[in-house]
């Protein structure tokens, strides 16, 4: 089956406009994870969803964050107002059970954004 | 503060030669972590996890609770091998989920 798929893959955006990265996760999967990745840093945690409750948003690292998950399913992480810093690897990951020790956490291929 | 630290961030090997990729971390319990490998141009993915005592692609990492270590080992290094590494610790507390990772070590097997 298809995995977690992520669109679009590569964004370019002028500093100050808004951005919105989706996130398809793999069916049936309760949980939902987004993370950022800056150039040459490992993937920092930015929120989580068990279904459509957003769990933990203590990762956004501002107001200008936003993430959502209406139906339990895609998510969609949006930015506003993009800044120069804003720009890194957004990845999305994906889990049957939540965050265990058994079961894994599936990631997707990611959004590079460049905010010029 | 939980963290961890991966403090290579480029390993350079010979093919054939053991490889150890390093990983500490910091936390006040008994921790579980996992190692998680991302090969060119492909996504993330887990390579192994403590609590499973596995050995994946070779590989073997122990948890020395002293040292506070999950060092990555392989004792004949293979130039599929070559990949970005992430140690990552993950933390559930307070209804929250999440995995904090290492900066990571790019691994380079030369023939």
């Known amino acids: 089956g298809a995995g977690v798929s992520q669109s679009p893959r590569y964004k370019v955006a002028k500093r100050g406009q808004d951005v919105a990265l989706r996130c398809d996760p793999i069916s049936g999967h309760v949980s939902l994870f987004w993370y950022q990745q800056a150039l040459g840093q490992g993937p920092e945690f930015l929120t989580y969803f068990q279904n459509e409750a957003q769990l933990d948003k203590s990762g956004l690292p501002s107001d200008r964050f936003f993430a959502e998950r209406p139906e339990g399913s895609v998510s969609t992480l949006k930015i506003q107002r993009t800044q120069q810093e804003d720009s890194a690897v957004y990845l999305c990951?994906?889990?049957?059970?939540?965050?265990?020790?058994?079961?894994?956490?599936?990631f997707g291929p990611g959004t590079r954004l460049t905010v010029t | 503060a939980q963290r961890v630290t991966q403090p290579e961030k480029l390993l350079s090997v010979f093919k054939g030669a053991p490889v150890e990729l390093k990983c500490n971390y910091s936390y006040s319990g008994s921790p579980e972590l996992f190692w998680y490998v991302q090969y060119s141009r492909q996504r993330l993915q887990l390579l192994l996890r403590h609590i499973s005592r596995e050995s994946i692609k070779g590989f073997t990492a122990d948890l020395n609770k002293g040292e506070t270590s999950f060092h990555l080992k392989k004792p004949f290094a293979q130039e599929e091998d070559s990949a970005m590494y992430y140690c990552a610790l993950p933390l559930t507390q307070g209804g929250s989920e999440k995995l904090v990772f290492g900066k990571g070590t790019k691994l380079t097997v030369n023939p």
């Open positions: 990951a994906s889990s049957s059970q939540g965050l265990s020790l058994y079961y894994e956490q599936y």
